[in-house]
């Protein structure tokens, strides 16, 4: 079972939530994981995994834009990934927290209508527009990173 993490990150918060959710993944074996910059990723790498985790840092109230195209992008690619979740990062000041990975849920099941959206989702909550992560919240990505190995090792 080969997994991609694809995120995207301005101000390196989602970042850190993806390194963290491989943390998580690394506790269950059999998963071969990697990380990967939306904006760097070859599209043929992509092709060859089995699933797929997407994340994006929320920017006006939708996933960022990188990562909206990111996904538009993989409607090119004979994807071989039967398998996708996604997750974001928000600031501390919204009240409807999930909002933009709600939105990127949606995306997703439009875009990619092949591939099953393992749920529920992650969103992680910043300080700010810059943050850092909110306290508590790492242990979080860990638990939504062994959850996602373990639903995809069934
Ligand atoms: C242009 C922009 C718009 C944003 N809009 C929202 C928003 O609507 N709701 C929200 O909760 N956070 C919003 N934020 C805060 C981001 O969610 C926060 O910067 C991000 O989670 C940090 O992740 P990063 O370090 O990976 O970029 C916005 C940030 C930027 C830069």
């Known amino acids: 079972m080969k997994v991609l993490i694809i995120y995207d990150s301005k101000y390196g918060n989602t970042k850190i939530v993806t ?40 920017h006006m109230a939708s996933p960022s834009q990188t990562m909206k195209k990111f996904v538009d992008n993989l409607t090119e690619i004979n994807l071989n990934a039967k398998s996708v979740a996604v997750f974001g990062t ?8 999930d909002r933009a990975v709600k939105k990127m849920e949606k995306i997703v099941e439009k875009t990619l ?28 990505c860990q638990d939504f990173g062994k959850r996602i190995a373990k ?4």
């Open 90 to 97: 928000y600031s501390g000041r919204v009240r409807v927290t």
């Open 19 to 58: 390194e963290n959710i491989l943390v998580g993944i690394k506790q269950v074996e059999g998963i071969d994981t990697a990380i990967c910059y939306a904006k760097d990723v070859d599209p043929q790498i992509i092709a060859s995994y089995d699933a797929l985790i997407i994340g994006a840092p929320n």
């Open 113 to 140: 209508p092949n591939l099953k959206l393992l749920s529920p989702s992650l969103s992680v909550r910043v300080k700010g527009v810059t943050g850092p992560v909110a306290d508590g919240e790492l242990s979080k």
């Open 151 to 154: 639903q995809l090792n069934t």
